[in-house]
């Protein structure tokens, strides 16, 4: 049953909400059924079977190895335009604690951020436009692998995903249990921060812990450079921008040798960045002061940066649609403009690369915000309310991106 807290206007949530018990469903299944990326067999199966019921007039499977794409013809295609939408399909190597029947039935996997639930959308758009076909193009819906620090939406873009489907732009969401169940944010540029993995390898002399002046030790080294690290945000990124770097592990020695010091020691965090120029000033200040930390104190360091996923920017006139078409669905007071960036990584940021368009927050929490189990928690779950309005929002944007032409 819908909640009553959740209103929204229009055909196209109405016409879904009658198909809302298929849809949670399909969500439930897939929960018990974690998948992880570019292993989501089951899922894509399932998703497969859901489409053809739907009566999408393409499927294309096997995309970044499980991937799948289905397009919907309009009742026009006079514009020959197509625009695309994307849900991710893959679960998280941990362990569920939840104890209701759809927990998942795969020990160390678990749909702890919801892709589940946006599969199921996506599902529901699909249903909904086949059903319909009010609009003048085509449909381009991705049900993308591996998003979970495996970029399956590069692997897809890398397999020529907008060659073969030339979308004029994009657009995905990610339900936010901060926000409560009838809300959508958005924010004309960055949504998710870029993503880069940093590992600092120190070498120092290992020896005797009852002589460490014949030592260079490794340990004091990296606390030095923790310490020091802290200070590059603080004193080289302008206040007005943002920058986090959280140094996350640490390796060295063996526990059970208590007077043993060792001669290496790793240090392994995470970088968070919104613009490539701070992202360029973090690194190049990483490799400084860990050097140079390292080197007063006798010994080397090595930094290894890697830049995993880049930041998650809206284009803005697509934001601002998409922010139009919630606001038509929901009204003003429940459509965030401007919503606070989150300092998460997303790889849908490689589709924003290639194409313009748009991610959007999904409020799905309790009904004031608190309380609401957050995203990568062992005792997460969709809230399958939001289901039908997932589904509408999707679809609306297709309807009105690619609105039919009055007849000559």
């Known amino acids: 049953m819908l909640s009553p807290r959740i209103k929204a206007h229009g055909r196209a949530f109405a016409h879904i909400a009658a198909f809302h018990p298929q849809l949670t469903a399909l969500r439930r299944d897939l929960h018990a059924h974690p998948e992880i990326g570019f292993e989501e067999r089951y899922t894509a199966q399932r998703v497969v079977e859901a489409l053809k019921v739907c009566g999408v007039d393409e499927l294309h499977t096997g995309i970044a190895k499980t991937g799948v794409v289905a397009v919907v013809h309009g009742r026009q295609r006079r514009s020959g335009q197509m625009m695309g939408l994307r849900a991710d399909m893959d679960a998280l190597p941990m362990t569920e604690q939840n104890d209701f029947a759809w927990k998942s039935a795969k020990p160390g996997m678990m749909h702890g951020c919801g892709h589940d639930g946006h599969t199921a959308m996506l599902v529901g758009a699909a249903r909904y436009l086949a059903e319909t076909r009010n609009f003048d193009g085509s449909a381009v819906l991705i049900f993308q692998p591996g998003e979970e620090g495996f970029a399956g939406a590069k692997a897809m873009i890398e397999e020529g995903l907008f060659e073969r489907f030339p979308v004029k732009s994009v657009f995905a969401m990610h339900n936010w249990p901060h926000m409560r169940p009838g809300t959508v944010g958005v924010n004309p540029g960055p949504m998710m921060a870029a993503a880069d993995r940093i590992t600092i390898e120190i070498t120092g002399q290992g020896g005797h812990g009852a002589h460490p002046y014949q030592t260079v030790d490794p340990v004091l080294v990296a606390a030095h450079i923790i310490t020091a690290v802290q200070s590059i945000v603080s004193r080289n990124v302008r206040a007005v921008d943002s920058a986090v770097i959280s140094l996350c592990a640490m390796r060295a020695g063996e526990l059970g040798a208590f007077s043993v010091m060792p001669g290496t020691a790793t240090l392994v965090g995470t970088v968070r960045t919104f613009s490539a120029e701070v992202q360029n000033v973090v690194e190049r200040r990483l490799r400084e002061v860990c050097s140079g930390v390292a080197m007063g104190l006798g010994a080397s360091a090595h930094v290894l940066y890697e830049r995993i996923y880049p930041a998650t920017t809206n284009t ?47 409020g799905q929490g309790a009904e004031n915000g608190v309380g609401s189990c957050v995203l990568h928690n062992s005792r997460y779950d969709f809230n399958d309310e939001v289901l039908p309005l997932g589904a509408a929002l999707h679809a609306s944007l297709i309807e009105q991106g690619l609105p039919l032409c009055e007849d000559l």
Not at 323 to 342: N, W, Y
């Open 316 to 362: 803005p006139d697509e934001a601002h649609f998409a922010a139009d078409v919630a606001q038509q669905l929901l009204g003003r007071d429940h459509v965030d403009r401007s919503m606070d960036p989150s300092m998460g990584a997303e790889d849908f940021s490689f589709m924003l690369q290639a194409k313009p368009g748009a991610y959007l927050r999904l």
